[in-house]
């Protein structure tokens, strides 16, 4: 009985092992932050514009980026619902993205155990390799980023699990929880489609019709609800994020010609998903032989990740700290597992039946050499988390102070920007985003052809801007040459931001002198490693 008590203790013991890893390493990371900026700051700008948009929903009842109006700039609705209502129920505090990561990270890691257990029957294999999968998504740099990437990877998981329970049994239950955990997929990320579809063939080939009318319909809900939305608010159906990174930013036949590029080239050159991809057939087609049909557990993984890959390979697009295939890598990762434990137990059956000593040193030296370079296409996942902390201070010095510096001068003004998140979730600005994101103007102008100086300058004048910080290697093609350049703030590091040095235009050619002034006085508040230099515009 003692002995049993024990074994049972150790196999929860193991379970729990790799979320107290990622718990600790999130840690780490974030007070290493806190240290280097005084706060909880995030490597990219793109969850401040999650947290911009939660905040004036939640402050002003306004769903868009800036309170100046609604905007269709986010494709994960419910993540930003989500950090509206932990605003409104805790307060605006910028650490909740990180706290909601980190809790829906460490359900991640012990459901990730779970299932691992299962399909290895090894509580310690299950741990070892579940703490592999942890730094080569790297989950760690998913908690760090405060996005919806580590939710939608646990809404991934149970995807799966449920999915394999309704095709291989005729489950009711299974099939209800499956529905609303795909409505709830799409509204976290729109990439959950891509992994629905293969899921619908398979129950097409199962001819499970009822399973496939409800996923279809539980993918298809969310993106009608939210593109209908859009469209009454003068948008476009879909988000303007996935209308400038998916296949859909093209016009006509540009958007048919675009599919094969992205697909090889994304796949080809993006290592992690190259040999997962590859892999992957060889475990479906040792699963087929294993069973003789495609209707199985195993089958189900692979064939779903393969579909997955080449639909997101084709239409979307893989990302800057790897966020965008992490969901992707899991899956995939899962889905080996069967191969995995067979080559295990080939291997150590060779071993056993080795009776010379030279040729165990030789399969074993081989066996390490294997080891050790299994990690080589995950390698610049793994270091990402090497740059979390300078890519947090490189946000903090570049767009953190922007914001700081509006909401000093400018509050409730209109101002032309191009990385619009932490500007927005710091001050009370009528954002103008020349990229597009937070504002429709410039996208219809590029779909028609007319983005051009005189439209940006006429644009500005209309909404009676002020002043302009961007980057102006991003706007020199459309730069109007009547806006005065008034300043630069570089930073001295470049990590996470698309450019070292923003400009200050005075739009308006009165307002440069105040605009000189601002600066002159903000100088002060900036942070060592950002240099301010003011241009002479006497003539």
């Given at each position: 009985?003692?002995?049993?008590?024990?074994?049972?203790?150790?196999?929860k013991?193991?379970?729990?092992?790799?979320?107290?890893?990622?718990?600790v390493?999130?840690?780490?990371?974030?007070?290493?932050?806190i240290?280097?900026?005084?706060r909880?700051?995030y490597?990219i700008?793109d969850?401040y514009?999650?947290?911009?948009?939660?905040r004036?929903?939640?402050?002003?009842?306004?769903?868009?980026v800036?309170k100046?109006g609604f905007?269709?700039?986010?494709?994960?609705?419910l993540?930003?619902?989500?950090?509206?209502?932990s605003?409104?129920?805790?307060?605006?505090?910028?650490?909740?993205?990180?706290l909601?990561n980190?809790?829906?990270?460490?359900?991640l890691a012990?459901i990730?155990t779970r299932?691992?257990?299962?399909?290895?029957q090894?509580s310690?294999?299950?741990?070892?390799l579940?703490?592999?999968?942890?730094?080569?998504?790297?989950?760690?740099?998913?908690?760090?980023?405060g996005?919806?990437?580590?939710?939608?990877?646990l809404?991934?998981?149970?995807?799966?699990?449920f999915?394999?329970k309704s095709?291989?049994?005729?489950?009711d239950?299974?099939?209800?929880?499956?529905a609303?955990?795909?409505?709830l997929?799409?509204?976290v990320?729109f990439?959950?489609?891509?992994?629905a579809?293969?899921l619908?063939?398979?129950g097409?080939?199962?001819?499970?019709?009822?399973l496939?009318?409800?996923?279809?319909?539980a993918?298809a809900g969310?993106?009608?609800?939210?593109?209908?939305?859009?469209?009454?608010?003068?948008w476009?159906?879909?988000?303007?994020?996935?209308?400038?990174?998916?296949?859909?930013?093209g016009?006509?036949?540009e958007?048919?010609?675009?599919v094969?590029?992205?697909?090889?080239?994304?796949?080809?050159?993006?290592?992690?998903?190259t040999?997962l991809f590859?892999?992957?057939?060889a475990?479906?087609?040792?699963?087929?032989?294993?069973?003789?049909?495609?209707i199985?557990?195993?089958?189900i993984?692979?064939?779903?990740?393969?579909?997955?890959v080449?639909?997101?390979?084709?239409c979307?697009?893989?990302?800057w700290?790897?966020?965008?295939?992490?969901?992707?890598?899991?899956i995939g990762?899962i889905?080996?597992?069967?191969?995995i434990?067979?080559?295990?137990?080939?291997?150590?059956?060779?071993?056993?039946?080795?009776q010379?000593?030279?040729?165990?040193?030789?399969?074993?030296?081989?066996?390490?050499?294997l080891?050790?370079l299994?990690?080589?296409?995950?390698?610049?996942?793994?270091?990402?988390?090497?740059?979390l902390v300078?890519?947090?201070?490189?946000?903090?010095?570049?767009?953190?102070?922007?914001g700081?510096f509006?909401r000093?001068?400018?509050?409730?003004?209109?101002?032309?920007?191009?990385?619009?998140?932490?500007?927005?979730f710091?001050?009370?600005?009528?954002c103008?985003?020349?990229?597009g994101?937070?504002?429709?103007e410039?996208i219809?102008?590029?779909?028609?052809?007319?983005?051009?100086?005189?439209?940006?300058?006429?644009?500005?004048?209309?909404?009676?801007a002020?002043?302009?910080?961007?980057?102006e290697?991003?706007?020199?093609?459309v730069?109007?040459?009547?806006?005065?350049?008034?300043?630069?703030?570089?930073?001295?590091?470049?990590?996470?931001?698309?450019?070292s040095?923003?400009?200050?235009?005075?739009?308006?050619?009165?307002?440069?002198?105040?605009?000189?002034?601002?600066l002159?006085?903000?100088?002060?508040?900036?942070?060592?490693?950002?240099i301010?230099?003011?241009?002479?515009?006497?003539?």
């Open positions: 009985m003692a002995s049993y008590i024990s074994s049972s203790l150790k196999q013991l193991f379970l729990i092992i790799p979320a107290i890893i990622l718990l390493v999130s840690l780490a990371v974030e007070y290493s932050v240290q280097q900026t005084g909880s700051a490597p700008d969850p514009i999650h947290m911009a948009m939660a004036h929903f939640a402050q002003d009842g306004v769903f868009g800036s100046a905007s269709a700039s986010s494709s994960s609705p993540w930003t619902l989500l950090l509206s209502a605003f409104i129920v805790i307060g605006v505090h910028e650490s909740l993205p990180w909601l980190l809790f829906f990270g460490l359900i012990f990730l299932m691992l257990s299962e399909r290895l090894s310690w294999a299950a741990a070892f579940c703490i592999a999968i942890i730094f080569v998504l790297p989950l760690p740099t998913l908690v760090a980023l996005m919806e990437h580590t939710l939608h990877i809404l991934m998981l149970l995807i799966m699990g999915a394999c095709l291989l049994n005729q489950d239950a299974s099939t209800v929880i499956l609303l955990l795909v409505m997929s799409v509204m990320r990439e959950s489609v891509f992994v579809a293969p619908v063939m398979i097409l080939f199962a001819r499970k019709w009822r496939v009318l409800i996923v279809i319909a993918c969310p993106i009608l609800i939210q593109g209908i939305i859009n469209i009454n608010q003068g476009f159906f879909f988000p303007s994020s996935v209308m400038l990174k998916s296949v859909i930013q016009s006509g036949w958007k048919i010609l675009d094969p590029d992205r697909l090889y080239g994304q796949l080809l050159g993006t290592p992690h998903l040999v590859m892999f992957s057939i475990a479906l087609l040792s699963a087929l032989h294993r069973s003789g049909s495609i199985n557990r195993d089958s993984w692979s064939l779903t990740f393969l579909g997955a080449i639909l997101h390979c084709s979307a697009s893989t990302g700290f790897y966020r965008y295939e992490a969901y992707l890598i899991t990762l889905g080996l597992t069967p191969l434990r067979e080559t295990f137990i080939a291997l150590r059956g060779k071993w056993r039946n080795i010379s000593t030279s040729e165990r040193y030789l399969f074993g030296g081989v066996l390490c050499g080891v050790i299994s990690p080589a296409p995950f390698y610049k996942n793994i270091l990402s988390i090497r740059l300078p890519a947090a201070r490189n946000m903090y010095h570049q767009q953190y102070q922007m700081l509006l000093e001068y400018y509050q409730n003004q209109a101002v032309l920007a191009n990385d619009i998140g932490a500007i927005n710091l001050a009370d600005i009528d103008l985003d020349i990229m994101l937070g504002s429709l410039p219809q102008a590029r779909m028609v052809g007319t983005w051009s100086p005189r439209i940006l300058h006429s644009w500005c004048m209309l909404r009676k002020p002043v302009a910080m961007v980057y290697s991003w706007i020199k093609n730069l109007p040459s009547v806006w005065i350049k008034v300043g630069e703030w570089t930073i001295t590091e470049k990590v996470s931001v698309a450019d040095t923003v400009s200050f235009f005075a739009i308006i050619p009165q307002h440069a002198e105040t605009l000189c002034a601002n002159k006085e903000f100088e002060a508040r900036l942070p060592d490693g950002v301010l230099k003011l241009i002479d515009n006497q003539p």
